[in-house]
């Protein structure tokens, strides 16, 4: 009679009908032995996939296999069973003790390997022993009292981040790494008190070409509540965002044109994380800020493989500060374009309110363009070539009467053997630090670009592919220069050679002027054949 029971049980196991064993097992007219028990334990465990309300299954398998552990020590697959229930009840270090007796009792066959496979005990362990880690960090963190920068990144990975996204991740070199989607999530201390911390973070993937950069801010009555608000505003923010777009869930289609070319995007986005002292009497929905930058963004980009979208507004005590940055660098019109429909539709009662949205748009392989310095690998040689450039330009002195502006260009160019980036180094790296350093002025964020006087357009500075490229690598040049004096010697090179500082100068305005904010016209270029709009 049992090997009919154990067949039909057999039957409803492989297609899920864990109930209708139950309710077979639990007949009156059943004696459970030790292996009808086992299976019983075993439906009860599995109701964990079928319910939201698991805990009292668990137990009650937990329950029937311990109704029969003297039968069941010696037997790898009782041990596995009582660890399941132990993990699933977050009893990770009971969990972990039957897994690996479980391990120790398994025959070492090679057949045995092959039944074994599909109960994934290493991968059971692996989290059992990463859970027990991440409570023993919890606790040893407690409210941040005696946190070092190691505590807090250990807490952040371990206790907040790791497992954060559902498929596999590996906590490694201070960083998340998830191997299905190659992607890497750094956090970086920037600094931190008793109660407040900020947090950039960092990331990675094939799929994101040039990488992302963010900062989370967070404050509370102490380091942890700080910390929980920095990693809970940013997981539910940009990651929110990244994972949809490393799933492709429910892009938005979009079209733009560049240099003569179509450039077709999917665009992913979060829901805009949001936070207010009384309730807006607007509608803050997926697509509100969408639907108020998407015409003018076309404007802004290009060939790029992927752009990052930031909005960000703010309300304190009745200021309001508004962010719209591409690939993190500021820009202005769009800034400008949220801010004002913000402050015509929030009713002026509002004292304090925050909201942040992010969106990811990945190119179409059809329409995407070869890139010279596309991916990681890309990067890292626009970087080196950057690198080569400032060394060239900190000695050269174009006040010498034998040293013109075309000497440096072709000595720049012998170099890394690039005319584009050699002239667009020359244009944008000055502006970009002068505009680190003169808050009063308001850069032209596009240029008009002339072909031997005749052919003319006007292009933004992130349309160029290599602009957001060459303000993330010269910033990092710079941040990491061992040499303190001539990096601060080469910066200011750099800032006299701004086009916009030069104009201003010429027109004897004071550049320290605070209270004037000064516009500059739109900067203009004469290009020859070896320029490549790119």
Request: proline share 2%.
């Amino acid at each position: 009679m049992n090997k009919d029971i154990i067949s039909k049980i057999n039957f409803l196991h492989e297609n899920n009908q864990h109930e209708e064993i139950i309710k077979l097992l639990e007949d009156e007219n059943i004696t459970l032995d030790y292996e009808l028990t086992c299976l019983l334990a075993r439906a009860y465990n599995n109701m964990n996939m079928l319910s939201d309300d698991t805990s009292h299954f668990i137990k009650k398998g937990i329950d029937l296999l311990l109704s029969v552990k003297d039968e069941g020590v010696n037997d790898p697959l009782w041990n596995y069973r009582i660890g399941y229930g132990y993990f699933y009840t977050d009893r990770e270090e009971e969990a972990l003790k039957y897994f690996n007796r479980a391990v120790e009792l398994i025959p070492k066959t090679k057949e045995q390997a092959e039944v074994w496979r599909e109960y994934n005990l290493g991968y059971l362990i692996s989290e059992c022993e990463d859970s027990i880690k991440a409570k023993k960090i919890n606790e040893a963190f407690g409210n941040g009292e005696n946190a070092t920068e190691q505590s807090i990144l250990d807490f952040i990975l371990f206790t907040l981040l790791h497992r954060i996204y559902p498929v596999d991740d590996i906590v490694t070199d201070n960083s998340i790494y998830i191997p299905e989607w190659m992607l890497v999530i750094k956090p970086n201390i920037l600094s931190f008190t008793e109660d407040r911390i900020d947090i950039e973070w960092s990331i990675s993937c094939p799929l994101f070409d040039n990488g992302i950069i963010e900062e989370s801010f967070g404050a509370g009555n102490n380091l942890k509540e700080a910390v929980y608000m920095a990693v809970g505003i940013f997981s539910s923010s940009l990651l929110q965002a990244v994972q949809n777009a490393l799933t492709n869930n429910n892009p938005l289609e979009y079209t733009s044109s560049f240099n003569n070319h179509i450039h077709k995007w999917n665009v992913f986005y979060n829901t805009p994380f949001f936070s207010s002292d009384k309730e807006l009497d607007i509608t803050i929905n997926d697509f509100y800020f969408w639907d108020i930058i998407n015409d003018t963004l076309k404007n802004y980009i290009g060939n790029q493989k992927m752009v990052c979208v930031k909005i960000y507004a703010a309300k304190f005590a009745g200021n309001l500060v508004t962010e719209c940055r591409i690939d993190d660098i500021f820009m202005n019109e769009l800034s400008n374009i949220v801010g004002e429909y913000l402050n015509d539709n929030i009713k002026s009662d509002i004292q304090f309110f925050t909201i942040k949205q992010y969106f990811i748009l990945i190119q179409h392989e059809e329409t995407t363009l070869p890139y010279l310095y596309a991916d990681s690998e890309g990067y890292i040689l626009l970087k080196n070539n950057i690198k080569k450039i400032c060394s060239i330009i900190h000695p050269f002195d174009l006040d010498k009467d034998e040293d013109t502006f075309y000497d440096l260009l072709d000595t720049l160019n012998e170099s890394v053997d690039d005319f584009t980036l050699c002239i667009e180094a020359l244009i944008f790296i000055p502006e970009i630090f002068a505009a680190n350093v003169y808050d009063n002025i308001e850069f032209p964020e596009h240029m008009v670009l002339s072909f031997n006087d005749e052919e003319t357009s006007t292009i933004y500075f992130t349309q160029f592919a290599d602009y957001s490229r060459i303000y993330r690598a010269v910033w990092e040049i710079f941040d990491n220069y061992e040499d303190t004096n001539k990096r601060d010697e080469l910066y200011n090179k750099f800032i006299n050679m701004s086009i916009t500082i030069n104009a201003i100068m010429y027109e004897g305005k004071e550049l320290d002027e605070m209270h004037d904010d000064i516009i500059v016209p739109v900067f203009e270029l004469n290009a020859d054949e070896r320029f490549e709009v790119r």
